[in-house]
């Protein structure tokens, strides 16, 4: 039963960010709505325990050997330390609007890290920046649906 | 205060094995030249199992009409019909948009001994490079170059597997190509995403560079223009022609591409 749980997760996962893939292919605005950043997050924030390590490593090694050029374990290392920040920063302080904003600007850091290390601000910035926020928005607006389903 | 620390941290130990276990793939990765990475790829297709049966649309028809009256079931029917119209209308301009982009491709090309695999752009992932329809199956390798309807090259496949390969665009972080112009002279082309840097290698004449083509010297399968630079500012110093040519081609799914192969 636990590992039907663990690999069901993993799947939505997976869903959940070929999904990502498929909105950002089509969006040609100039920022990326990114939902498994998201999902990531709220695992960080609300539903953070050891059992889902496993899932995120395995979502992180699929999409590695699907949709990147890089070497295998890059992502999943991301995926990982997304959790970890954004659990540290939650415990370390109160879960207010102003801490899940900088939780979301430095996820996106971190998940936007190879283009960071091999573009110039130019490229990046703008984008980063209107992301940061609508993906800000996003979370807060699924928060708020969480919240009112509870 | 202290085991509350503690604990914190300790909540975070399978979190960071985890991670040191991402880093060993990795290094794995790097030193079997990319092995591990490309295993699960070249044993799944991916591309083709994500594709849907054209009768899909007609089966949810279907399962509604199981519980309808006769007259509902026939006008299920007419709808099926309808969706059927749609699909050849839509598989007739499809048809139509390829005819086209063959008869611009022709008119542009001058090397008819090659074979000029139709493909199309299918994901863009999150570092910015496509993901395009065909690999292996049809023969694709890394480095084959891929052009556009006017015959320009639009980039090179970066990597190949099964069913779908990974084209390096004249915006993707990776790219780096080589070319000629008329008179010989080689240079290469990296792009910083927003630019590209075309670099003189070796200068003979010191003439107004224009068209700058692929060679069969640097690997590609036969010569086709790369960039106009006629119209760009040319910096010539210590024999060294560096050039900064704006991106301003997009890709878009739209885009018809062809990959020239030898028959």
């Known amino acids: 039963m636990k590992v039907l749980k663990l690999i069901s997760i993993t799947v939505m996962l997976f869903f959940i960010c070929l999904i990502e893939i498929y909105l950002n292919t089509f969006i040609t605005v100039n920022f990326g709505i990114y939902i498994f950043l998201i999902t990531l997050v709220f695992l960080g924030v609300d539903l953070f325990n050891q059992n889902i390590v496993l899932p995120i490593f395995l979502s992180g090694i699929l999409y590695d050997s699907f949709f990147s050029t890089y070497y295998l374990g890059l992502y999943s290392a991301m995926f990982i330390f997304i959790v970890i920040v954004t659990n540290f920063l939650v415990s370390k302080y109160t879960k207010s609007n102003i801490t899940y904003f900088a939780i979301i600007s430095i996820c996106l850091l971190i998940y936007k890290f190879p283009i960071i290390l091999e573009f110039d601000t130019n490229y990046w910035l703008s984008s980063y920046l209107i992301s940061v926020i609508i993906n800000f928005i996003v979370f807060i607006f699924l928060k708020r649906i969480s919240r009112f389903n509870v | ?263």
């Open chain 2, 1 to 263: 205060m202290q085991s509350s620390q503690a604990v914190g941290i300790r909540k975070y130990i399978l979190y960071f094995l985890f991670m040191f276990l991402s880093g060993l793939l990795t290094a794995v990765d790097y030193f079997s030249n990319k092995s591990l990475s490309n295993y699960i790829p070249n044993q799944v297709n991916l591309i083709s199992s994500f594709q849907l049966s054209d009768r899909f649309l007609q089966n949810e028809f279907i399962n509604l009409s199981s519980s309808k009256t006769d007259i509902v079931a026939e006008n299920i029917r007419l709808k099926e019909e309808l969706v059927d119209l749609r699909l050849l209308y839509i598989e007739n301009q499809e048809l139509k948009d390829d005819i086209d982009s063959y008869e611009t491709l022709i008119k542009n090309i001058s090397n008819f001994e090659l074979t000029y695999y139709a493909t199309s752009l299918i994901l863009k992932n999150s570092t910015e490079e496509y993901i395009v329809a065909g690999g292996r199956d049809n023969n694709f390798e890394p480095g084959d170059i891929v052009v556009n309807e006017n015959g320009y090259i639009i980039g090179y496949l970066g990597e190949v597997f099964n069913d779908y390969s990974i084209l390096e665009s004249l915006d993707s972080t990776n790219f780096n190509f080589r070319a000629l112009d008329k008179n010989n002279n080689s240079f290469e082309i990296n792009s910083n995403g927003r630019e590209l840097l075309v670099n003189s290698l070796d200068l003979s004449t010191l003439t107004k560079v224009e068209t700058i083509y692929s060679d069969i010297i640097f690997g590609h399968i036969g010569r086709f223009p790369f960039l106009d630079l006629e119209t760009y500012k040319q910096n010539i110093t210590n024999d060294k022609l560096t050039m900064i040519v704006e991106i301003d081609q997009q890709l878009s799914f739209q885009t018809k591409l062809f990959i020239p192969k030898e028959k």
